[in-house]
T-cell receptor, first 111, second 119 residues
């Protein structure tokens, strides 16, 4: 069975500071992909970053980077230089033969 | 980037009637589509995985006869909520996987979602 766990319901960060969102997953498949999605109040799902499990190098996208620890099945997201527009719900997701989501973390950015 | 269109965005229906939600991939062929339900401030709950030309695979606890999913073509999947009741009111969202799979550069794309209100 595939599970994705996000243990932080809410996180708050000062503008321009850094925040890290945690995620652990479990899958029996050897080939899988990991994602972080952002969901603003509009409910549109926005891809933040993706990681192929076969790649050891951590993915980065501008201010967003991940710490992928395959043995520990951990996939955390770091948001650097936080901006007001980063405020949203963030979901960690794992795709093997289906795409499953964690419970989500609400990020608020303080001006 | 690739676009997935979901229609309607909002729908209100009477209790006991059926309502259909469409999910279309506009510029790619989607062999697999996923349907989710999301309650306020909660996660996306996977309802079923829809593969083109075959029966959908439903998650445990999801009623197959109530939530009919059809994936008749490589660009269209539909979710029909049959005999809708107020407790079916929710936000439904689809996603589609490019036929090419998930090599680098491809990903899974989401529709805009559909709000269903059953009165």
């Amino acid at each position: 069975a595939q599970t994705v766990t996000q243990s932080q319901p809410e996180m708050s960060v000062q503008e321009a500071e850094t925040v890290t969102l945690s995620c652990t997953y479990d899958t029996s498949e050897s080939d899988y992909y990991l994602f972080w999605y952002k969901q603003p109040p509009s409910r549109q799902m926005i891809l933040v970053i993706r990681q192929e499990a076969y790649k050891q190098q951590n993915a980065t996208e501008n201010r967003f980077s991940v710490n992928f620890q395959k043995a520990a099945k951990s996939f955390s997201l770091k948001i650097s230089d936080s901006q007001l527009g980063d405020a949203a719900m963030y979901f960690c997701a794992c795709y093997d033969y289906k795409l499953s989501f964690g419970a989500g973390t609400t990020v608020t950015v303080r001006a | 980037g690739a676009v997935v269109s979901q229609h309607p965005s909002w729908v209100i229906c009477k209790s006991g009637t059926s309502v259909k939600i469409e999910c279309r991939s506009l510029d790619f062929q989607a062999t697999t589509m996923f349907w989710y339900r999301q309650f306020p401030k909660q996660s996306l709950m996977l309802m079923a995985t829809s593969n083109e030309g075959s029966k959908a695979t439903y998650e445990q606890g999801v009623e197959k006869d109530k939530f009919l999913i059809n994936h008749a073509s490589l660009t269209l999947s539909t979710l029909t909520v049959t005999s809708a009741h107020p407790e079916d009111s929710s936000f439904y969202i689809c996603s589609a996987r490019d036929r090419a799979g998930l090599p680098p550069g491809n990903t899974i794309y989401f529709g805009e979602g559909s709000w269903l209100t059953v009165v």
